[in-house]
């Protein structure tokens, strides 16, 4: 008890003389010891990485877990080093509630076998979300999370060491130069001696440890290529999903919904012709060849512009890309950057449409416009 009574005042007396220190430092009534060049380079390249990869890490927990409760409850359960529970991902309950939709409107229907096909596709996408997340998780989170909640942890400690180092150091120093008697500077020059072998070898030991960050850098650069890979993965896999899925719809659906597919296919993104974003970008002011009349027989036959009448949803308005003159009174005249509605019919070629302009009204070929709505 007598030692520790003795052990806590001494604590004590250090830390009181080392504030005293430290005050007399930021009041300029003190000398200071610098630290050398490279050590305070280290230094700052250190709370750099810090606090970027906390920033990165953070982010990054936003974006694989949006839910903030959902993160909480992770992080409880990280804490407890208990095993997170698997949780059903937004795409996978959506696939869910349209198949158990399905079943209450009758999975013969053309609604509820729909529903059925994009409810499975849905779980799908869920399924590659899940498997991104977990990878995410382990190969890139997991690295950051290691660094902050270990590495720093040590570098930090070793840190505030060298600052008490220092601040002793800068003690012993003021205390020989305030020493009278040859005996009181003698034992300061010894404690000074001490000091400064204590501070020397406590800054190698914080030097190499920062030295470390360089190691770091490119262990969290192998973690961000596996982090790109493992998206990159995912998002080509659920483009796989939908372009099957937009394939199956178009085969089960194609009497129903004739076309609603092919006009959507000539202008996305996964068409393999022109979109219309690409032709208004290529070189040189000459327009798309004009596309071939249509000469389906069920449209020839049926298809009387005058009795066309626009749907009550699925109209568009489109930018025209350039000048087309009418080949005949079934088509309308185009002028370059005006706006017109547009629509399909059912029975329609998938490279026209019905265009109307006001009280004028006819077929405008698709490759000179750019649907904006």
């Known amino acids: 008890m007598d ?12 830390f009181f003389t080392r504030a005293v220190q430290y005050t007399e430092e930021k009041l300029g009534q003190a000398e200071k010891t610098e630290l050398d060049a490279h050590l305070e380079n280290l230094i700052a390249r250190a709370d750099c990485t810090k606090n970027w990869t906390e920033k990165i890490f953070r ?23 208990r095993k997170i529970p698997s949780r059903t991902t937004n795409a996978e309950l959506l696939g869910q509630y349209m198949q158990d939709a399905a079943k209450e409107f009758g999975p013969g229907t053309p609604y509820g076998s729909t529903l059925i096909t994009v409810g499975e ?10 498997e991104f997340l977990h990878t995410s998780a382990i190969n890139f989170l997991t690295p950051l999370r290691n660094f902050l909640e270990g590495d720093w942890k040590t570098i ?6 060298l600052e008490n180092r220092r601040l002793d150091l800068d003690v012993c120093k003021a205390r020989l130069k305030k020493a009278k008697s ?21 800054a190698e030991v914080t030097r190499l440890l920062l030295e470390g960050i360089s190691s770091t850098h490119v262990n969290h650069l192998r973690c961000l290529h596996e982090f790109v890979e493992a998206q990159a993965a995912y998002y080509i896999q659920c483009h796989k999903h ?15 919904f004739p076309n609603a597919f092919a006009v959507n296919a000539s202008t996305s993104g996964v068409s393999t012709g022109p979109s219309p974003l690409s032709i208004a970008t290529l070189p040189g002011p000459s327009s798309p060849s004009r596309p071939p009349n249509p000469s389906n027989a069920l449209e020839s036959s049926t298809l009387k512009i005058e009795e066309v009448k626009p749907p009550a949803t699925g109209t568009r308005k489109a930018k ?26 059912p029975g329609m070629d998938p490279d026209w449409l019905i265009g109307e302009r006001g009280n004028q009204k ?3 070929p698709v490759t000179y416009l750019e649907l904006l709505s």
């Open 3 to 14: 030692f520790n009574v003795k052990k806590l005042a001494s604590d004590a007396g250090v």
């Open 59 to 81: 982010q990054t927990e936003v974006l694989l877990q949006p839910n903030p409760s959902a993160r909480i409850e992770e992080f409880f359960y990280e804490k407890l080093d």
């Open 121 to 130: 596709f849905q779980k799908r996408l869920g399924g590659a979300e899940r």
């Open 156 to 161: 930090s400690k070793e840190r505030r060491l």
């Open 182 to 202: 040859a005996e009181a500077k003698a034992a300061a020059e010894h404690e000074l001696r001490v000091a400064q072998t204590e501070f020397d070898r406590q």
């Open 242 to 256: 939908m372009q099957d899925l937009q394939k199956e719809l178009s085969s089960a659906n194609g009497d129903t």
């Open 320 to 345: 025209v890309l350039y000048d087309y003159d009418a080949a005949d009174t079934s088509e309308l005249s185009l002028l370059s950057d005006e706006l017109i509605t547009v629509y399909t019919v």
């Open 362 to 364: 006819g077929k405008v």
